[in-house]
């Protein structure tokens, strides 16, 4: 059974940093892309970074970028995002994502709060 596990969030005060993990069970993560979205209430689910199954190439939408960085340890079947430098803004649900054979995986998603 696939699935996906959220984890590291919290509240940070703007300029902080956090680790969010995504650990990945019932397939092997490093053969699939993983990617990290992010949704504010009322708001569309924002695709922010991902990292590629093929050779680790990794992608970054231009409001990260510079700020966060995409990673994966296959020992542990786990994706992380290190967000550094964190804004107001940055304040959402983070999920990750895994396309599997067509098919949408989701985790239920971790809250980041940044607010002094």
């Known amino acids: 059974q696939v699935q996906l596990v959220e984890s590291g969030g919290g509240l940070v005060q703007p300029g902080g940093s956090l680790r969010l993990s995504c650990a990945a069970s019932?397939?092997?993560?490093?053969?699939?892309?993983i990617g990290w979205f992010r949704q504010a209430p009322g708001k569309e689910r924002e695709g922010i970074s991902c990292?590629?199954?093929?050779?680790?190439?990794?992608y970054y939408t231009e409001s990260v970028k510079g700020r966060f960085i995409i990673s994966r340890d296959n020992a542990k079947n786990t994706v992380y995002l290190q967000m550094n430098s964190l804004k107001p803004e940055d304040t959402d649900v983070y999920y990750c994502?895994?396309?599997?054979?067509?098919?949408?995986?989701w985790g239920k998603g971790t809250l980041v709060t940044v607010s002094s």
């Open positions: 994502n895994a396309n599997i054979d067509g098919v949408n995986y």
């Open positions: 990292i590629s199954s093929s050779d680790g190439s990794t």
């Open positions: 019932g397939f092997t993560l490093d053969r699939y892309a």
